[in-house]
């Protein structure tokens, strides 16, 4: 078994530098260096994946002169218009070892096709599509984000650092009807009733809010594309190539050309294309459960004849990767969602994730409570599946910590816990929740680079020390699978010490963590899990010890300790 997984070392100067986003890598070797080209093959799990959420128009913009396209020229509500956001910045940071320096080995991006050229009202004030789940054409990427080169580049910067990268995809809906934008035709979309939520017909067969169109994916009936695409197409000089590719489609899988089977094969394109990793599923529970599983069986494939073509890209033998988005499920329902007249397993279609929406409220718990609660659950009713596990998100006007007043808290709680976990753009850096804004625009601020940079004031402490904080934790969990996908097992109740022990058929990994310790002189009983003798590093303090006695001391001025073997 590979026991060894990384080594890793700790310098302060490394740290401060690791936290400026526009320095360069340090010369010393610590945890928040880019180490990408060490990390083995087989260290990776989706059962302990840190997955990294953000807006792709939000994060960074990497190039103004795509600020504005298709005359989108008319003054949104706060936060609810382009802002700039792009490949090409995300492409920046991940070059840059922001991503790597966080521990994050996924990155999950909103949807990048094509959005509607206009706006609506939601009640809200102006709004346009930055947030890219109002699709106007599934085939093409929105010159907002960028380009298709680009968007290769994107990615193949992500996989050169041992990153994979998540598209956000969305079959239920298209964008909104604007006075720029023309109507699918009524075989592809419902435009009521709206949906009442008190069953499953009543979530599943209606549209989601006013004036959304809903795609009719109970159809098996066959549909022409519509016209406004075909003319489209035409112009921009691909029709007789996307003609060509559907035929072929249609004809190898045996499909019938309904709505949901033309979504899917545009969808499955992009893993051909550029080796995207995995699928988060937008509107779950609003689709019938069916649909997931033949979007599943193409990605499979899809993944695998891009893994085949090329293969000196391939990052490990992990297979294509689906986590959904089930509103309100929770993990405690283990595999099945209740939509209150049935239960229904959306894991059995293909999703070896869904996020977890009662996390947010577990962390209001003790830290024993939640990581046992999460351990057995993931060993009993969520056994070979997993959670995605979340303080904040781009939609929940409920998270943990909205004012953003225990972000180290939050993070130790996030990052320890058993699971797949889902870090949304600046839960790290303690970025605003209530910006001046109305309803999930408040929540959809641009990333906080000039606090990090200028080292903010937050609370008692600064960004750079909240950000430090989630690197330590995020370093840990990367090179230790057992974090997340091991067996939890508490040591000692005071001082609080638990342990986390993993194996598979490829590895076995196993830490020892101590929280809420003395400031100073420690000692950390290690429960049986390393040997006497044994050389453990603290990923917390940087500092190496040796097992004597079935203990460990330790003299930092941190209350947490992080043991593994390095």
Avoid at 52 to 68: E, I, P, W
Avoid at 142 to 154: I, K
Avoid at 232 to 238: D, F, L, P, V
Avoid at 386 to 409: A, C, M, Q, W
Wanted: proline share 5%; with cysteine; hydrophobic share 35%.
């Amino acid at each position: 078994m590979n026991k060894t997984l990384r080594t890793l070392g700790f310098s302060l100067v490394g740290l401060l530098l690791a936290c400026s986003p526009d320095s360069q890598k340090p010369a010393t070797a610590d945890p928040t260096a880019d180490t990408s080209e060490a990390t083995p093959k087989s260290n990776f799990t989706w059962d302990n994946a840190t997955v990294y959420f953000l807006l792709t128009d939000r994060f960074a913009n990497g190039d103004t002169s795509n600020d504005v396209n298709f005359e989108r020229t008319g003054t949104p509500a706060p936060l609810r218009g382009f802002q700039g956001g792009d490949f090409k910045g995300i492409t920046q940071k991940i070059k840059e070892g922001y991503f790597n320096k966080l521990g994050v080995n996924a990155i999950w991006m909103t949807p990048f096709v094509e959005q509607i050229k206009g706006s609506v009202d939601e009640g809200t004030g102006t709004s346009f599509g930055f947030h890219g789940y109002w699709t106007r054409d599934w085939t093409a990427i929105d010159p907002n984000f960028g380009t298709e080169e680009e968007l290769a580049e994107l990615i193949q910067a992500a996989h050169d650092n041992g990153i994979r990268i998540v598209m956000d995809v969305v079959i239920n809906h298209t964008g909104p009807v604007t006075n720029r934008d023309s109507q699918w035709p009524d075989e592809w979309v419902r435009t009521g009733p709206q949906c009442q939520f008190r069953d499953l017909e009543s979530t599943v067969t209606c549209t989601l809010v006013k004036n959304l169109p809903d795609i009719r994916t109970e159809s098996n009936e066959p549909v022409e594309l519509p016209p406004f695409l075909v003319e489209k197409w035409k112009k921009e000089g691909r029709y007789e190539q996307e003609i060509q590719e559907l035929d072929a489609f249609f004809e190898q899988t045996g499909f019938p050309r309904s709505p949901r089977h033309y979504i899917i094969k545009w969808l499955v394109d992009y893993i051909k294309k550029y080796g995207i990793d995995g699928f988060r599923v937008d509107t779950v529970k609003h689709t019938e459960d069916y649909v997931w599983g033949e979007l599943w069986q193409e990605a499979v494939k899809a993944f695998q004849a891009w893994k085949t073509a090329n293969p000196a890209a391939v990052l490990d033998d992990n297979e294509f990767y689906m986590v959904g988005e089930v509103y309100n499920y929770g993990i405690s329902g283990g595999l099945d969602f209740d939509y209150g007249d049935q239960k229904v397993d959306f894991f059995k279609d293909g999703f070896k994730s869904m996020i977890n929406f009662e996390f947010k409220y577990d962390a209001n718990n003790d830290y024993e409570t939640i990581f046992t609660k999460y351990s057995d659950l993931l060993k009993t009713k969520m056994s070979g599946k997993t959670v995605l596990n979340y303080i904040s998100s781009h939609d929940d006007g409920g998270p943990f910590d909205l004012k953003r007043e225990r972000p180290i808290e939050a993070g130790t709680k996030l990052l320890l816990c058993p699971g797949g976990v889902q870090i949304y753009y600046g839960d790290e850096t303690a970025r605003t929740l209530t910006a001046v804004a109305q309803g999930d625009a408040t929540l959809r601020a641009p990333m906080n680079w000039d606090a990090i940079a200028n080292n903010e004031k937050h609370n008692d402490t600064t960004v750079r020390d909240v950000l430090a904080h989630w690197q330590k934790l995020g370093q840990f969990r990367k090179a230790h699978p057992s974090v997340g996908a091991g067996v939890h097992e508490r040591i000692s109740e005071a001082p609080y010490i638990f342990k986390r022990t993993y194996q598979s058929e490829k590895m076995e990994d196993q830490v020892v963590v101590g929280l809420d310790l003395p400031a100073g002189a420690k000692t950390l009983t290690v429960g049986g899990t390393f040997e006497d003798g044994a050389a453990l590093m603290d990923y917390y303090s940087g500092q190496t010890v040796t097992v004597e006695n079935g203990e460990v001391k330790i003299d930092s001025p941190g209350t947490l300790v992080l043991l593994g073997q390095p």
